[in-house]
């Protein structure tokens, strides 16, 4: 008998790794192409990568993706100052008022919106300010983004103050603090952590999601930020664009661009467990 449960337990360890293994070659795969692939291009292009233009590609010049990089930063502004502060009081009033009328529509609709794929939103805002400006623009691809960023920044928001001890709350209250002065005074400094969370959150959704800004911002490799009412470009949009490319300096540039996007949300994600575990 206890020879037949040790060789259950190994039959069972030895599938239970198999599986993980098999979880964890595509990850490990994608990582490693990424991370080869991708240096070879930063070497071969040197750190003007990071602030040229995109070169000919009939010539084979490699070039830079500087114009992308200012478009993303500029996107990640406009959907940080759109997005972040309605989602972080959409947040707060769930915590607030959880039984309210406007609360039992929000929370669907956030939760609905989590649901949402991304493309759908990039169409939505295509019709609402797309086709009425004329043209595409950085504004359109920032509401975008924000929009994707919302219900997630909501949720963390919401969480992190529901993980608050009531017994804070109800200190500030004896100590004739009115609701307000308990909210912003002892709440949001007792969830600083879960608010941090949320920030970055918000960042690596405006870096990382691309099917947004298809039909939003109508950038290529050569422009970058020329303006709200502008068309502009960004990293997520050109690997997009030059992995398709036949050209193989295309290609190349769009491997040394996933690699820096890749870096980014290496060091985004080492900050999250960061603000998680706290000090």
């Given amino acids: ?91 707060v009033y769930l915590h607030e008022f959880p039984q309210s009328a406007i609360s039992r529509i929000l929370m669907p609709a956030t939760n609905l919106l989590l649901e949402i794929p991304t493309v759908v939103t990039s169409m939505f805002v295509y019709l609402v300010l797309v086709v009425p400006m004329g043209r595409f623009s950085a504004l359109a691809g920032g509401v975008a983004l924000s929009l994707v960023m919302l219900p997630y920044v909501t949720t963390h928001v919401r969480e992190a103050l529901d993980a608050v001890p009531v017994d804070f709350k109800e200190a500030g209250y004896a100590l004739g603090l009115d609701r307000a002065k308990v909210l912003f005074l002892v709440m949001l400094r007792a969830a600083r952590r879960g608010l941090i969370t949320a920030l970055l959150m918000a960042v690596a959704k405006s870096v990382g999601e691309t099917a947004p800004l298809l039909f939003t ?27 398709a490319s036949p050209f193989p300096a295309r290609q190349e540039a769009a491997w040394g661009a996933s690699l820096i996007l890749f870096l980014l949300f290496i060091g985004v994600f080492a900050l999250l467990r960061k603000a998680q575990r706290g000090p």
């Fill in 1 to 91: 008998m206890a020879d037949m449960r040790r060789l259950k337990n190994a039959v069972f360890l030895s599938v239970i790794t198999s599986l993980a293994l098999v979880g964890i070659l595509p990850i490990a795969h994608i990582t490693g192409a990424v991370l080869y692939n991708g240096t070879k291009a930063l070497i071969h292009a040197g750190p003007s990568f990071l602030w040229r233009a995109p070169g000919d590609p009939s010539t084979g010049e490699i070039g830079g993706i500087g114009p992308a990089i200012s478009g993303t930063i500029a996107l990640l502004l406009i959907s940080m100052l759109i997005g972040f502060p309605l989602s972080f009081l959409a947040g």
């Fill in 217 to 243: 911002i109508g950038g290529s490799g050569e422009i970058g930020y020329l303006g709200l009412g502008r068309p502009t470009s960004s990293v997520q949009l050109l690997i997009y664009r030059f992995a």
